[in-house]
Each structure stands twice: as C-alpha cells, then as structure tokens.
C-alpha cells in the first residue's frame, strides 16, 4: 500500500541556518510528489512538485526538493530559513486515482 | 482568482444534528475531495469525486456523504455528527496528477 512517512514531528531552527525536511514515501510505481506548506490558521499550499525528469525540483519561497528513488525519499531542503517559514509542512504522493496520501507532517519552528 | 471556497469556516454543533458543508472551485477541475486533518494524523481522505454524479469512498467515509450535481460544487454532509467528527476539514480539487488546490478549511466542533 501507499504511505508516505515524516519521521520528524517537530524542527526548530534559527533564523538564517539551512533546513532539510525529511520525506520518505512507498509507492509500486513512479510517484508524483508534492511538498505542501500550511501556515497557522490557512488551508494547504502547493510549494512543489515532481512527476517526472530534473530530480531536483525548485519551489516557490525559495524552497527545493531532490527525489531519489533509490533512497525512496523527497526531503525538502531552505538553505536560509526565514521566521515567515514557521509553519506546518506535509509531505504527500500521488496514487493512481489522483488521489494524494499525505504524511502527518512536520511543524518548524524558526527561532529569532 | 482560482479559488476552492468552504462555508462555514468555523461551525460548533451538538451530537445529532444535520450539517452541511459547502465546497465550491471556480477552476472547472473534475476532480474534488474531502479530507480532515486531525493532530498526528496528518490529512484523511474522507470522499472523492471523479466527475458529476461520480463519487467513491476514501480512507474515512464513516458519517459522512457527498453529492456532486454540479461540477464546481461538493458539498459534504454530516447526517448525525458525533464528537469524534470535531476535526478540520479541507476540500481539493485539481486536474489529473494530483496537483490539489485546497479550501482555506473549516473547523468543526461537536458537543
């Protein structure tokens, strides 16, 4: 079955370090891979996605994701964090019937 | 602007009483669903719908119904909520490929 897995609930870091998200997701087939971002109170943005070609997708608000199939992952990279990142992310692949199974996300926090 | 719209965004209700939730997308994408995001849990797929007049069960149907009559709207009904449905609810829509755009949510509390 498809499942996608965030293994880090909760991240701080300060403003200006870098970040990675971890995502690692179960999929018979060739994914289509998204990086969602939900801010306090807001519903669900797209920040990327994959479905095929380059492995290292770029992103709105300065974000990048590589996919590597080999490692079955799509980890989320920000080389410089700013305070407005502070936010939850979700990690999600699309099935077969476009639907999108989600990870439980991780929240960020970004201190000053 | 392309838009998926929910109304109410926040709904408190007693156990029993019959609730609807509005959804509507203005993009005229076929595919629309409901999902809940409960902590720790990250998003549920409650139903989805192909087309008009096409709908199907996700991961959590249980409570819960759908109609889609029209293909901009999705309304998700709760005939009997419990307080185990308190939650916050998102409708999607998108095109094929699974690129959703999400409703600003709604949440629901059952007392």
């Known amino acids: 079955a498809q499942s996608v897995t965030q293994p880090d609930i909760h991240i701080t870091v300060s403003e200006g370090a870098s970040l990675e998200l971890r995502c690692n997701y179960s999929?018979?087939?060739?994914?289509?891979l998204f990086w969602y971002v939900q801010s306090p109170g807001q519903g669900l943005q797209l920040l990327l996605k994959?479905?095929?070609?380059?492995?290292l997708v770029q992103g709105i608000k300065g974000f990048e994701a590589e996919f590597k199939r080999s490692q079955s992952s799509f980890n989320l990279r920000k080389p410089s964090v700013h305070w407005s990142d502070a936010a939850e992310y979700f990690c999600?692949?699309?099935?077969?019937?476009?639907?999108?199974?989600f990870g439980t996300g991780t929240r960020l926090q970004v201190f000053p | 602007e392309a838009q998926v719209t929910q109304n109410p965004r926040y709904l408190i209700t007693v156990t029993g009483k019959k609730l609807t939730v509005t959804c509507s997308q203005n993009?005229?994408?076929?595919?629309m669903s409901w999902y809940r995001q409960d902590p720790g849990l990250g998003l549920r797929q409650i139903y989805y719908?192909?087309?008009?007049?096409?709908?199907d069960k996700g991961d959590v149907p249980e409570g819960y119904k759908v109609s889609r009559k029209e293909k901009r709207n999705f309304p998700l009904i709760l005939e009997s909520p419990s307080p185990n449905q308190t939650s916050l609810y998102f409708c999607?829509?998108?095109?094929?490929?699974?690129?959703?755009?999400f409703g600003q949510g709604t949440r629901l509390t059952v007392v």
């Open positions: 999607a829509s998108s095109l094929w490929g699974g690129e959703a755009f």
């Open positions: 999929y018979g087939a060739t994914p289509y």
């Open positions: 994959y479905f095929s070609g380059d492995t």
């Open positions: 999600a692949v699309g099935a077969d019937t476009d639907k999108l199974i």
């Open positions: 993009m005229n994408h076929e595919y």
């Open positions: 719908s192909m087309n008009v007049e096409v709908t």
